[in-house]
């Protein structure tokens, strides 16, 4: 039974993901349409890099590198017609 459990974990990636949602979903975040985000030593530079691509594909978004290492994820809700 133990080794089924195994399959189940999320991916790097998807861990990475979760952590960067709940950064992006916190009402401070969501208040000023902005999020800091960092990567932290036990992440993938390739899972990072991945992750800033997708992101940055969606439109109405911005990405601001940091001399500090950490990137500000600006974001423009559009207007309902």
């Given at each position: 039974m133990a080794a089924s459990s195994a399959a189940s974990l999320p991916s790097s990636y998807e861990q990475l993901g979760v952590r960067?949602?709940?950064?992006?979903?916190?009402?401070?975040?969501?208040?000023?349409?902005?999020?800091?985000?960092?990567?932290?030593?036990?992440?993938?530079?390739?899972?990072?890099?991945?992750?800033?691509?997708?992101?940055?594909?969606?439109d109405n978004v911005t990405l601001a590198w940091r001399d500090d290492g950490g990137i500000q994820i600006f974001w423009v809700v559009p207007q309902e017609d």
């Open positions: 960067i949602q709940k950064i992006i979903n916190s009402p401070n975040a969501q208040k000023a349409r902005s999020a800091l985000i960092f990567r932290m030593p036990h992440e993938s530079p390739a899972d990072w890099d991945q992750m800033l691509a997708e992101i940055a594909e969606n």
